[in-house]
C-alpha cells in the first residue's frame, strides 16, 4: 500500500470543501479539467488526470487561485497553450503558472510528496530555464508564508498536515533552486 492515494485527496478535498463549494475532486482518465456544475451535475468538478498524485494537487491549486466568477467557467476560463510553445509563450505561461505551482509545492510539503516545478514544455522550441522559474516559484512561497495563506489553501494545507502528521509550514522546508540539483 502506497502512503500517497488519490483517493485520500479526494476524501480530503470533499470534507474541507463539499459543503461550503459544492466542489469535488475527481479522477480522471485524459487530460485534467474544471467543470463547473450543470444540468448534468449539480456540483463542480476538479477533474485530475489518470489519478496521479500531483496531477490532483496542481489541480487543486489552480481551483484555489480562481475566483468566484472564474469557478463559474469551464477551466476557470483560462487560456491554455499546450506543450510545442515558443520563448514569448512559455513566459506567458511562467509567468501565470508561478502562483498555482508555489500552492501546489506548499499542498506536497504539507502532504510529505516530492515537488517538481513544472515548465511543461518539453516538445517546444525555447528551452526554458527551470532554476529561473523555480525561484519565481520560490519567492511566492516566501511571500505567502510571510504575509499570510489565502483562505482556502490554508484549510488544505492544514488538512494534510493532520492527515499525514506533517509539522506547519515553514521556509525551511523550502529549498533554494540550487539545493536541489
Same mark, same amino acid.
Given at each position: 500500500?502506497?502512503?500517497?492515494?488519490?483517493?485520500?485527496?479526494? @476524501?480530503? !478535498?470533499?470534507?474541507?470543501?463539499?459543503? #461550503?463549494?459544492?466542489?469535488?475532486?475527481?479522477?480522471?482518465?485524459? =487530460?485534467? $479539467?474544471?467543470?463547473?456544475?450543470?444540468?448534468?451535475?449539480?456540483?463542480?468538478?476538479?477533474?485530475?488526470?489518470?489519478?496521479?498524485?500531483?496531477?490532483?494537487?496542481?489541480?487543486?491549486?489552480?481551483?484555489?487561485?480562481?475566483?468566484?466568477?472564474?469557478?463559474?467557467? @469551464?477551466? !476557470?476560463?483560462?487560456?491554455?497553450?499546450? #506543450?510545442?510553445?515558443?520563448?514569448?509563450?512559455?513566459?506567458?505561461? =511562467?509567468? $501565470?503558472?508561478?502562483?498555482?505551482?508555489?500552492?501546489?509545492?506548499?499542498?506536497?510539503?504539507?502532504?510529505?510528496?516530492?515537488?517538481?516545478?513544472?515548465?511543461?514544455?518539453?516538445?517546444?522550441?525555447?528551452?526554458?530555464?527551470?532554476?529561473?522559474?523555480?525561484?519565481? @516559484?520560490?519567492?511566492?512561497?516566501?511571500?505567502?508564508?510571510?504575509?499570510?495563506?489565502?483562505?482556502?489553501?490554508?484549510?488544505?494545507?492544514?488538512?494534510?498536515?493532520?492527515?499525514?502528521?506533517?509539522?506547519?509550514?515553514?521556509?525551511?522546508?523550502?529549498?533554494?533552486?540550487?539545493?536541489?540539483?
Amino acid at each position: 500500500m502506497t502512503k500517497h492515494r488519490y483517493q485520500d485527496l479526494t @476524501v480530503i !478535498f470533499d470534507q474541507c470543501f463539499f459543503t #461550503d463549494f459544492n466542489t469535488r475532486l475527481v479522477k480522471g482518465d485524459d =487530460e485534467p $479539467v474544471y467543470l463547473p456544475a450543470d444540468a448534468g451535475c449539480d456540483h463542480h468538478r476538479i477533474i485530475f488526470a489518470h489519478g496521479y498524485f500531483a496531477s490532483a494537487l496542481h489541480e487543486i491549486s489552480h481551483w484555489c487561485v480562481a475566483g468566484e466568477a472564474r469557478r463559474q467557467l @469551464v477551466d !476557470f476560463g483560462y487560456w491554455y497553450c499546450p #506543450d510545442g510553445r515558443d520563448m514569448q509563450t512559455q513566459q506567458q505561461f =511562467e509567468s $501565470v503558472e508561478v502562483t498555482p505551482q508555489s500552492l501546489e509545492w506548499m499542498f506536497s510539503v504539507a502532504a510529505g510528496f516530492p515537488f517538481n516545478v513544472s515548465c511543461d514544455n518539453l516538445n517546444g522550441d525555447y528551452e526554458p530555464d527551470r532554476i529561473a522559474f523555480q525561484r519565481k @516559484v520560490h519567492q511566492k512561497v516566501a511571500s505567502y508564508l510571510q504575509q499570510g495563506i489565502p483562505e482556502r489553501p490554508q484549510r488544505f494545507i492544514e488538512a494534510l498536515n493532520r492527515f499525514y502528521g506533517t509539522p506547519p509550514l515553514t521556509l525551511s522546508q523550502f529549498p533554494w533552486p540550487e539545493d536541489l540539483c
